[in-house]
């Protein structure tokens, strides 16, 4: 077997954010940003993707930083899953996003891959974004002329298509709400196996929690839809309601509401998907609070 | 026509001319004959292509050689010095931890990654360290054991 090499006409490094910007619009091709390239290089050779020149942003330091500021935890746009798994701030301050990260892939994977790329690959059940996505984070994305921000659902346009077109823009910042004193979150995942497999189910929930009540509750679920989808009936349900086993199994039973999950070879059908949701959301929702003690 | 590189691998230097599509695996076989390095599925999802960059396990297959300018590479040849085979390569051998071992230079890699950070791994570590390298033939216990044994032994060595 051999590799198939992709055929682009040059690989930029860039050392800064403007390098990158100015380099992409000045090849005068097909050029798109590469941070870990884990999955555009499979698009590439595949040809699901065209790519003339790669500008590759994984080594500009600004892009590199896990930093507190204010009341918001910073994760630069070429920060890889394995800094992220490995990072005090995040594992206190996002502990989901953790969890949701140490299932990408493999080490292999997760020392070059980064959370960025993750969300703008905009795959439904991309473990990091579902992690990341009940933190309700803004994107600060940056091109040539100008810096804008974005929440998640904007960054998912369809099915494996993102908000954000590499061949223009760059994602520079993740900036995350951090979780506060009674706020308490977890991932959960049903795969195949614990390595090398993506995701059948995956769940990431946070909750606020207030004298043994959900103040409220943020639930994300996937694959059921086009990206992380919140189950918003769900979420309204247990807004109030005590902590009791009872409550929360029929609070995951009403995330099927806002799922939609289709049936696929390896990853389950959708009628496997549908029974097996409920009880992952309700573990989830446990795991999210027994880390609080709770 | 391709662009100029140097690339250090296992501690030297080699000057290449080659494209920058190509990957860091094909660069290693083809271009540096080191062929330790095997090539399984090409997509990231085997780990038979690992090496050491920077310190971090990866999958050669999937890094443009462009992004390697500048690392330290370490493979699979790099572990042997003039005292002999590491003491990785010895308990997979001892161990009977390799059988048709294609992906025996891949778990290596793996497995000198963690030593490298954690010199006495639990088994979960091992376990966890490797998870990214699929072996069809083994099935696993004899290469957890060999790691082991390795982390020991250097542990002796102090």
Known sequence: MTSHGVKFMDYHMATSVADALDTLLSKGCNAKIIAGGTDILLDLQSGRKQADALVDISRIEELKRIVLEGDELVIGGAVTHDEIVRSELVKKYAPA???????????????????????????????????????????????????????LPTMYTGFGKSGLDCSQEILTEIRIPVQKENQYSAFSRVELRKALALPMLNCAVLCQVNRRSFEWIRISMAPVGVGPVRAAAAEAWLKGKSIDDANI???????????????????????????????????????ALEAGGL | MGEQYVLKVNGKEYALRTGGGQMLADVLRDELHLIGTKKGCCQGECGACTVILDGKAVNSCMIPVAKAVGADILTIEGLQTEDGLHPLQKAFIEEGAVQCGFCTPGMIMSAKALLDEEANPTSAQIQEALSGNICRCTGYVKIEKAVQKASEELRKEG
């Open chain 1, 97 to 151: 996003l953790a969890q949701g990260c140490v299932t990408v892939g493999s080490l292999q994977i997760r020392n070059v891959a980064t959370l960025a790329g993750n969300v703008i690959n905009a795959q439904p059940a991309a473990d990091g974004a579902v992690a990341l996505s009940v933190y309700e984070p803004r994107f600060i994305i940056k091109t040539p002329s100008k810096t804008r921000e974005d929440d």
């Open chain 1, 249 to 287: 199994q029929k609070g995951a039973d009403l995330a099927l509401q806002d799922a939609n999950p289709r049936s696929n070879v390896l990853r389950g059908s959708a009628k496997y998907r549908k029974d097996v949701l409920p009880v992952l959301v309700s573990d989830c929702i446990h795991k």
